[in-house]
């Protein structure tokens, strides 16, 4: 299995301030074939299912603020909030879907500072 | 609107079945992927497995085969995951999720989700 790590575990930061999370795979999620890093985002609210941030590694799902924005290729990832709100209060988590068992970080919980 | 509605939650004794159940409307339900996810308490989420309605052709998790059952029936627009044996261990919530077409195993619309506990 691709092994998903992120950093970091936990993190506050001020309203309106930048949010930077990372994650890393234990081997590339860029499949040569097409140029796609199969790298999505995930935000998780407290007593709510995950909901769909980020796919592609950089495309915002329709909805999604334009405040959230992925980058990264091939093993290493950001996901990054321009300007944090408090709803974004959250847990965040990447997976990648290149090969089965399409797996998930860890997740990193995000506070207002 | 597209919803994915579970079934309700549900207590358990170790070595007891259980079938639940996840109902799509608002789109048409058997020509996108549905995907089962777990997610114990505390913990990230993890991919079990896979079905297309509308042949039901099914994968698995190398961690999940063997250890749950994914159906669905096309005609009333339900998935179901199942145990024949619960243990302690399989404790979580689970969720139900659409597959995207345009980013396989990305998942846009999930169910509210069905907490199951295994408790003697």
């Known amino acids: 299995d691709i092994v998903m790590t992120q950093s970091p575990d936990s993190l506050a930061v001020s309203l309106g301030e930048r949010a930077t999370i990372n994650c890393k795979s234990s081997?590339?999620?860029?499949?040569?074939?097409?140029?796609?890093?199969?790298l999505a985002w995930y935000q998780q609210k407290v007593g709510q299912p995950p909901k769909l941030l980020i796919f592609?590694?950089?495309t915002r799902e329709s909805g999604v603020p334009d405040r959230f924005s992925g980058s990264g290729s091939g093993t290493d990832f950001t996901l990054t909030i321009s300007s944090l709100q408090a709803e974004d209060v959250a847990v965040y988590y990447c997976q990648q879907y290149y090969t089965t068992s399409y797996t998930f970080g860890q997740g990193t919980k995000l506070e207002i500072k | 609107e597209v919803q994915l509605v579970q079934s309700g939650a549900d207590v358990k004794k170790p070595g007891e079945s259980l079938k639940i159940s996840c109902k799509g409307s608002g789109y048409k339900f058997s020509i996108y992927w549905i995907g089962w996810v777990r997610q114990m308490p505390g913990k990230a989420p993890e991919w079990m497995g896979i079905i297309y309605p509308a042949d039901s052709d099914t994968r698995y998790s190398p961690s999940f085969q063997g250890q749950v059952t994914i159906s669905a029936d096309k005609s009333i627009n339900t998935a179901y995951l199942q145990w024949s044996s619960l243990k302690a261990s399989d404790t979580a919530m689970y969720y139900c999720?659409?597959?995207?077409?345009?980013?396989?195993?990305?998942?846009?619309?999930w169910g509210q989700g069905t907490l199951v506990t295994v408790s003697s």
């Open positions: 592609w590694a950089s």
């Open positions: 999720a659409r597959s995207m077409t345009t980013a396989p195993e990305t998942y846009d619309y």
């Open positions: 081997q590339s999620v860029l499949k040569s074939s097409n140029s796609k890093n199969y």
